[in-house]
């Protein structure tokens, strides 16, 4: 896979991201839910967009600053346990398991292809973006056994 294959490739996993959490965010049945999706949408937008910009200067020139890419990006730290919604119904609970699979799948590709990328500002990009992911990762993590727990008493599977 060459590094533009790989950007290519990166960009299109961002904007599926976005599409899955704009969706997520927009059947949400909580507000507080709706909003955790929709920021974690607007976070796929900006890595979307470092991606395209690291893009065009690989294409054009071959070199790329991925300081000038990212600046002043941090996250907004929105996925905390305070966020979670203990009445969230079977619906966030799939989607959140869902968006867990979907960042496994990020990390795990920008990790395989920050090593086998040349380029050492790409390769950069790419460790900084599984960071992120790895990130997204745990606290999509933390919510969902938080609702499982809530859902699995709900249910009465919990122990008496």
Known sequence: MTELDI???AILN???GFQFY???AARA???EVAAAFQNLAQEEQQHEAWLRKMYQQVASAGEADVAEITANASSPQIFRQQNVVPESGSLEISVYKIGIL???ASLQFYNSTAEQAQNPAL???L???ARWEDTHLLYLQQMYDILKEEWWDKQGFSPA
């Open 14 to 16: 961002e904007v599926e």
């Open 123 to 125: 390769k950069e990009l």
């Open 102 to 104: 979907m960042e496994m």
């Open 29 to 31: 049945d909580d507000a």
């Open 7 to 9: 950007l290519k490739t």
């Open 22 to 24: 704009t969706m997520a």
């Open 127 to 129: 460790h900084k973006l």
